[in-house]
DNA sequence: ATTCACCATACTGTATCCAGTATACAATGC
DNA sequence: GCATTGTATACTGGATACAGTATGGTGAAT
């Protein structure tokens, strides 16, 4: 992970912590459900509280840690209910960002997700996973820039980190989950690409929850269903 | 040093103050690109800088605030294009918290509905409008917990606010705007208390896409295109 | 043996202090 | 007169010190 003094201060200490606690909690360094001390974080890296205490704040608001006042904060646990809750969101949004995706003019950065596509398919061959989810999330957020609503942007990105973790478990668990998607998601950035609007929309949305109802089985399995 | 306790302390001094500020910036107490410092707004409440910073990363994170490193903190400007962002994301998420909450059984919570409506309708007849809208808010808090999807929740939680500095801005300069919406809200909760999954959903998606066509206008002519 | 009260402990919440940077204005050189 | 650079200032970012509370254990009393 990152030993400690490897994160870069341009962007403020705060802003890095969070990126590098993202990451170690989508791609499961911490645990689900492992208890975190502001104090045992800041040494950890090397910082005092205050930045810690504002990263953890961030990561409470997109879900990935729950704070209790003067009790303590834990990794998100990981259930099928949260799953659910997580999906039924994205199959939403996600459908409306390729939708406004696909109406934009933005020739350039749409023309980048034809090369995103390409190194989406190289990272499975390669069968590297986290390499794969980055150009993943990289074709994303091309998506969310290409649809150019800042709002909807922070919404799915705040959701995409909590599915992340899921996606992340599944494919080191059975790495045949992502074939599932690759050409369906091809053919949604065509769709884009060619500004076919209603296609877009509904390609996007029925793959988003094909990939929910196909893979929750196997989320049950490994977490139970949830809080009740 | 802490010389006015006129706020409560029982929920942690920052959450307090995410309530207040929210509630000065909704109510547009506190203008649009408005410039806030911590320290005033330490001054103002008599507490000092920590929980007022908690309180504002709070409110960026949630898109009332606009924050710049060491630039400052502004009141998040009001824009067609900021509107039209939270609107096409409320459409899609609204649609689906009526849909999961007509699928619910929960009959106790459904049976508030109906209250909620009446009180809305007293507001409205009283020219309340801070009555009325604490009462429509009332109302989809109430579809919320009956749809019970913690995400959902938070996601439309964070919008809503957004929504209402604009909706509280046209009901001041015009409480007709309100009539548009109150004979649908109902038809709304009818469908949910009798479980009518398909129906809730498109007249709830349709209610908040006819309310959003038709203020747009309004808020053009007041605010300006936004950012382009 | 069980229960209740007390206390030690460890954490978060808050206050305050220090550092660094962006901005505006003034002074100086061309 | 204009540009450029130095400098003062005011703010946020980060560090540290202090307070208050939740929790778990230990002890005594019944």
Same mark, same amino acid.
Request: glycine share 6%; hydrophobic share 40%.
């Given at each position: &992970? @990152?030993? #400690? +003094?490897?994160? %870069? =201060? /341009?962007?403020?200490?705060?802003?890095?912590?969070?990126?590098?606690?993202?990451?170690?909690?989508?791609?499961?360094?911490?645990?689900? @459900?492992?208890?975190?001390?502001?104090?045992?974080?800041?040494?950890?890296?090397?910082?005092?509280?205050?930045?810690?205490?504002?990263?953890?704040? /961030?990561?409470?608001?997109? #879900?990935?840690?729950?704070?209790?006042?003067?009790? #303590?904060?834990?990794?998100?646990?990981?259930?099928?209910?949260?799953?659910?809750?997580?999906? $039924?969101?994205?199959?939403?949004?996600?459908?409306?960002?390729?939708? *406004?995706?696909?109406?934009?003019?933005?020739?350039?950065?749409?023309? *980048?997700?034809?090369?995103?596509?390409?190194? &989406?398919?190289?990272?499975?061959?390669?069968?590297?996973?986290?390499?794969?989810?980055?150009?993943?999330?990289?074709? $994303?957020?091309?998506?969310? *820039?290409?649809?150019? @609503?800042?709002?909807? +942007?922070?919404?799915? %990105?705040?959701?995409?980190? *909590?599915?992340?973790?899921?996606?992340?478990?599944?494919?080191?668990?059975?790495?045949?989950?992502?074939?599932? $998607? =690759?050409?369906?998601?091809?053919?949604?950035?065509?769709?884009?690409?060619?500004?076919?609007?209603?296609?877009?929309?509904? &390609?996007?949305?029925?793959?988003?929850?094909?990939?929910?109802?196909?893979?929750?089985?196997?989320?049950?399995?490994?977490?139970?269903?949830?809080? %009740?």
């Amino acid at each position: &992970m @990152n030993t #400690g +003094h490897a994160y %870069k =201060l /341009s962007a403020g200490i705060a802003d890095n912590l969070v990126s590098i606690l993202e990451e170690a909690i989508v791609f499961l360094e911490l645990a689900p @459900n492992e208890r975190l001390t502001e104090e045992e974080v800041a040494e950890r890296y090397g910082v005092s509280r205050s930045p810690v205490r504002d990263a953890l704040r /961030s990561l409470e608001r997109d #879900g990935l840690v729950l704070r209790e006042a003067r009790r #303590g904060i834990w990794v998100t646990p990981m259930s099928l209910r949260d799953f659910d809750e997580i999906y $039924s969101c994205r199959v939403a949004l996600e459908a409306i960002a390729a939708e *406004q995706a696909a109406r934009s003019t933005n020739t350039a950065l749409k023309a *980048q997700l034809a090369q995103v596509l390409d190194a &989406m398919r190289a990272a499975r061959e390669a069968g590297d996973a986290r390499l794969f989810f980055s150009h993943d999330v990289r074709g $994303s957020e091309l998506i969310y *820039q290409i649809a150019d @609503n800042a709002t909807l +942007h922070r919404l799915l %990105k705040g959701l995409e980190k *909590q599915a992340l973790r899921y996606r992340y478990h599944l494919y080191r668990r059975n790495p045949g989950v992502v074939d599932l $998607s =690759l050409d369906d998601t091809a053919r949604v950035f065509q769709a884009i690409i060619e500004g076919d609007v209603p296609g877009a929309y509904r &390609m996007e949305h029925d793959l988003i929850e094909r990939i929910w109802r196909e893979t929750r089985d196997a989320i049950r399995d490994e977490f139970g269903e949830g809080r %009740k």
